[in-house]
């Protein structure tokens, strides 16, 4: 935070801090009563700025500058920025994977293999695999993801049971792998090394994912799913004779997976996935491509309008399937600037929020509070989780709380791993729950379906925070530093710096 301009500032009190809170919230339920499912159409967008301007104006009171408030914004904005880039070309990449065929051919080929009993485990054993392999929940949710609520769709699966396995598995991979980011963030905010991380993460997300797989694989047996083997035939039907169907389009996403495999950083690696996208769709499907773009004449023409506005603009291409044409449409770049609107909007009040140190008074008082190990580890997981709804990113709600709590956990006897792991079962898993967190906004934008529709059955990313409660309740390998054993003090800004 930028030190305040005024020489007369004034401390904020929990009252200060939460005052744009509760106006945020008010308002938010408000919206939700009038607005119903289009709360995320702009209404909230409204809010939150409302809101901002309410933290702006406490902290102004307070003394601090209204320029302090405006670069704390502008500075929680930049912090956005990555993953507003990200969202851009996952549009991008939707467009020309739905055009070339990729992911028809992923919706093809899957409704021969999957029963709808077995569905819904499935998807969370392979956006698992796929996330473990790649480090990234977003590719995992736009490339598998898209293809897999295609398939659920066909086999007469809610799509917000089957938004919530993908999310299920995607997050666990993106949790657990060494490709990560939040995985490297973590350790590195607290002081231990990645492996160890990783090894002692296995203790809460292992019972948690084993919980969860065995909810999706209930579901799957118990449920009646409005499944008809001539629908599934028409629907494969309908899709081979629009496409040019082939299993050599599954180069694409292997390739894309390969990319990601040898540590190409994300945006270079969806915008590849996304003209590779492009190249087979002018190869193999150039009669979408002239219907797309409406020239008949000269391909280079053609392919040239075709691939621009699959990537940029709205693609719709029809069949005789209803049940066909629900799958065939994706929005590139230009539907995705909604939920970076949303975004924008979010990191405004977070920044708005810190400007003051509003959300610092909120944690601390919980730290104050925290008597026990139990209760420090589940204040933890609180401040991480309310950092996610506040400052809406993932990252924030990391990296803050690390910086907060590494003291404590020191002074407790505590081990770094013991903070590293609880920042992810907080921070990482919650924040695609959060509607206007930028993970929330982004995979309910890519999937079609709203954060409050999925966020019920999203079960691993809710019990694995719980699950992490539990076992420091029960003192389950909660790593201490031996008699004798010294810990080392870590300060906030090296740890920020090693991240």
Known sequence: MNAPENNKVRKPKLIHAFIPLIFLIILLSL?????????????NQVVLILSAAVAGLIAVWLGYSWNTVIRSIVKSIDTAMPSILILLFIGALAG????????????????KIFHPSIFLFATVIITSIVSLSTGSSWSTVATIGIALIGIGKTLGINESIVAGAVVSGSYFG????????????????TGTDLFTHIRYMTITTTPSMIITLIIFLVIGLTSKFNTVETNISDVQTALAERFNLSPLLFFVPVILIFIIICKVPPLP?????SLLGAVFAVIFQPHLIREISGITSTYFKAAYIGIMQSMFGNVHILSPNETVNELLKSTGMSGMLNTIWLILSAMTFGGAMESAGFLEKITGTIIRYARSVTSLIAGTIASSIFMNITASDQYIAIVVPGRMFAETYRKRGLKPEVLSRTLEDGGTLTSVLVPWN????????????PTIAYAPYAFFNYINPVIAIIIAGINYKIRKYKEGEEPESIKPDEAKDNS
């Not at 020309?96 to 409704?111: D, E, F, K, Q, R």
């Not at 993106?174 to 905010?189: E, F, G, R, Y």
């Not at 930028?438 to 379906?449: E, M």
């Open 96 to 111: 020309t994977w739905m055009v070339s065929g990729v992911v028809p051919a992923m919706i093809y080929y899957g409704l």
């Open 438 to 449: 930028t993970c929330g906004a982004t995979q309910a934008r890519v999937l079609g379906v």
């Open 174 to 189: 993106d949790k657990m792998s060494p490709l990560s980011d939040t995985t490297n963030l973590a350790p590195a905010m």
């Open 31 to 43: 919206n939700v009563i009038f607005f119903h499912e289009q709360t995320l159409e702009g209404a």
């Open 269 to 273: 690696s969806i915008l590849a996935g």
